[in-house]
Nanobody, 124 residues
Framework: QVQLVESGGGLVQAGGSLTLSCAAS????????MGWFRQAPGKEREFVAA????????RYAAFVKGRCTISRDNAKNTVYLQMNNLKSEDTAVYYC?????????????????WGQGTQVTVSS
């Protein structure tokens, strides 16, 4: 079992920045792809970004490309999502999740363990 705890969300003005953290416990995540997803009220949970085990590769949704950077520190068992130039449409609950041992999957159904999420609210 892996427990994931996200933090770093909050209220920010449009154009601002936030860095989300996801701390894992119970098992090392160094062998797995890690992903970030988000869910806005009334909408499906959607892919935001993913990073491979060694951080050699990353993948981003089109709507955050150029504004977000996913990173990881395997020694700390932690994954990060830095978000810049935030927009009101970025308002959502952001979740991190443990993915498969290889690849950069976009689909949430390939992610096994999820955190409880952290709220990001962007005011315009």
């Amino acid at each position: 079992q892996v427990q994931l705890v996200e933090s770093g969300g909050g209220l920010v003005q449009a154009g601002g920045s936030l860095t989300l953290s996801c701390a894992a416990s119970g098992r090392t995540i160094s062998r797995y792809t890690m992903g970030w997803f988000r869910q806005a009220p009334g909408k499906e949970r959607e892919f935001v970004a993913a990073i491979t085990q060694s951080a050699a590769s990353a993948r981003y949704a089109a709507f955050v490309k150029g504004r977000c950077t996913i990173s990881r520190d395997n020694a700390k068992n932690t994954v990060y999502l830095q978000m810049n130039n935030l927009k009101s449409e970025d308002t959502a609950v952001y979740y991190c999740a443990v993915g498969p041992p290889f690849g950069l999957s976009l689909t949430r159904y390939e992610y096994d363990y999820w955190g409880q999420g952290t709220q990001v609210t962007v005011s315009s």
